[in-house]
């Protein structure tokens, strides 16, 4: 049901952004609602995430078709709840953070393409956001994770990808630019398949994707200023 719009009966305020109600005029079909604005009586929204709890209790959880909220931002508002344990769910917007990695050798300028053991496509470093991390904590984690590298985050630079692989799973990337000091890589090999460092041109023939290409020409850019 993710993305459907639903109305919500209001029948309490749980926290500070967290409603309970049921959905149309069904009071054993129970929904939780999530809101920065004050809810009264009745919210109409769409399907955020499908929540399961403790004992296979399952909940819908409803929120503005304009306010996207991410996995974090959803199992901190329900970790409030008393009594109850979220144990499982499945959310339509994800959000992920990675970088366009660069090293200065000797004679050029290489970037770092990585393929992931689940995709068929060369791109960039990147890794769910998790709860408590800002944008550029999450690209920092994900890229010693996955290729042991520690980088520098260069200021000026953030660029979002926003797409929908499948289904109707919104899915958001933010990139940034980050400097390596080494160009020596070892991989989380149950994360990434390949890696291969390349100069900007073969960078763009070897990705496929236009958001790619698009952030490729800004990294290019930016890289010149540094240099």
Same mark, same amino acid.
């Given at each position: 049901?993710?993305?459907?719009?639903?109305?919500?009966?209001?029948?309490?305020?749980?926290?500070? @952004?967290? $409603?309970?109600? *049921?959905?149309?005029?069904?009071?054993?079909?129970?929904? *939780?609602?999530?809101?920065?604005?004050?809810?009264?009586?009745?919210?109409?929204?769409?399907?955020?995430?499908?929540?399961?709890?403790?004992?296979?209790?399952?909940?819908?959880?409803?929120?503005?078709?304009?306010?996207? $909220?991410?996995?974090? @931002?959803?199992?901190?508002?329900?970790?409030?709840?008393?009594?109850?344990?979220?144990? @499982?769910?499945?959310?339509?917007?994800? &959000?992920?953070?990675?970088?366009?990695?660069?090293?200065?050798? &000797?004679?050029?300028?290489?970037?770092?393409? #990585? &393929?992931?053991?689940?995709?068929?496509?060369?791109?960039?470093? &990147?890794?769910?956001?998790?709860?408590?991390?800002?944008?550029?904590?999450?690209?920092?984690?994900?890229?010693?994770?996955?290729?042991?590298?520690?980088?520098?985050?260069?200021?000026?630079?953030?660029?979002?990808?926003?797409?929908?692989?499948?289904?109707?799973?919104?899915?958001?990337? #933010?990139?940034?630019?980050?400097?390596?000091?080494?160009?020596?890589?070892?991989?989380?090999?149950?994360?990434?398949?390949?890696?291969?460092?390349?100069?900007?041109?073969?960078?763009?023939?070897?990705?496929?994707?236009?958001?790619?290409?698009?952030?490729?020409?800004?990294?290019?850019?930016?890289?010149?200023?540094?240099?």
């Amino acid at each position: 049901m993710l993305a459907e719009k639903i109305s919500v009966n209001i029948f309490g305020k749980l926290t500070r @952004d967290l $409603y309970s109600g *049921y959905i149309g005029g069904d009071s054993s079909r129970k929904a *939780y609602v999530l809101s920065s604005e004050p809810v009264r009586e009745y919210f109409r929204g769409i399907v955020i995430a499908e929540a399961v709890f403790d004992g296979g209790d399952e909940r819908l959880i409803i929120a503005d078709e304009n306010t996207p $909220y991410y996995e974090p @931002d959803i199992r901190v508002s329900l970790s409030y709840l008393k009594n109850t344990k979220l144990t @499982d769910i499945r959310c339509l917007y994800e &959000k992920s953070c990675g970088a366009v990695i660069f090293y200065n050798g &000797k004679s050029t300028t290489r970037i770092l393409l #990585v &393929k992931n053991n689940n995709g068929r496509y060369w791109s960039f470093p &990147k890794g769910h956001i998790e709860i408590g991390e800002t944008e550029e904590q999450t690209a920092i984690r994900e890229i010693k994770e996955e290729t042991s590298l520690e980088v520098e985050i260069k200021d000026g630079f953030r660029e979002v990808s926003d797409y929908c692989p499948f289904g109707k799973i919104r899915k958001r990337v #933010v990139f940034f630019l980050a400097q390596a000091f080494t160009d020596s890589v070892r991989v989380q090999e149950e994360e990434i398949a390949e890696y291969i460092w390349v100069d900007l041109q073969q960078a763009r023939k070897l990705c496929s994707y236009d958001n790619d290409l698009r952030i490729i020409s800004k990294a290019e850019t930016m890289i010149k200023m540094i240099k």
